[in-house]
């Protein structure tokens, strides 16, 4: 079956860091791209970070740019978001997608998300 | 930045009933090789995302017929021939033309 498994979430205070993780089974994970997107509560979704499947290409959304690291690593199959100097307004539910191959950028698996939530 | 537009917000549906959802693009997504980068997304209650339609017109593996996507370049329209009880949720356009594309506010379809 084609997954992916979100962890690391939780509750951090303004400042923090968080390493989200998220782990891929059932497909061939080098072929793919993958993105991070995120939801806040009662917000639309935003797309947080992508990375290509060769891992040289990476981009940030302009809120996270200098704060948040994507990386894969392929032997664990793995993609992950290291998150530092955390605000209130990253809070939101985390989730992994895969992007789809072909033109465009699809995402057509979805993890089931992690909860990251920012508060003193 | 390409910003995505969705209308109606929220749209009551008696089951059986048709029901159509907007999206306008900031910019063209009608690429030249005449694909449109344009993905719809429903987020079920209590569920993650999952795609429905992408590239404008081609419906993901599993959705049922019912489900049609059309448009071209700014507009874009979803259709749902015939609501049923499980359609209901927030009903999401993505422009799918570069990487981090923007999504639309959401469309929240209920059943009346």
């Known amino acids: 079956e084609v997954q992916l498994v979100e962890s690391g979430g939780g509750l951090v205070k303004p400042g923090g860091s968080l390493r989200l993780s998220c782990a891929a089974s059932?497909?061939?994970?080098?072929?793919?791209?993958m993105n991070w997107v995120r939801q806040a509560p009662g917000k639309r979704l935003e797309c947080v970070s992508y990375i290509s499947s060769d891992g040289y290409t990476r981009n940030y959304a302009d809120s996270v740019k200098g704060r948040f690291t994507i990386s894969r690593d392929t032997a664990k199959s793995s993609v992950f978001l290291q998150m530092n100097s955390l605000r209130a307004e990253d809070t939101a539910i985390y989730y992994c997608a895969r992007d789809r191959r072909g033109p465009g950028h699809t995402f057509d698996i979805w993890g089931r998300g992690t909860m990251v939530t920012v508060s003193s | 930045d390409i910003v995505m537009t969705q209308f109606p917000l929220s749209l009551p549906v008696a089951p059986g009933e048709p029901a159509s959802i907007s999206c306008r693009s900031s910019?063209?997504?009608?690429?030249?090789?005449?694909?449109?980068?344009l993905n719809w997304y429903l987020q079920k209650p209590g569920q993650s995302p999952q795609l429905l339609i992408y590239l404008g017109s081609n419906r993901a593996s599993g959705v049922p017929d019912r489900f049609s996507g059309s448009g071209s370049g700014t507009d874009f329209t979803l259709k749902i021939s015939r609501v049923e009880a499980e359609d209901v949720g927030v009903y999401y356009c993505m422009q799918a033309r570069q990487p981090l594309g923007a999504f639309g506010q959401g469309t929240k379809v209920e059943i009346k």
């Open positions: 910019q063209s997504l009608l690429q030249s090789n005449g694909f449109n980068f």
């Open positions: 059932g497909f061939s994970f080098n072929d793919y791209s």
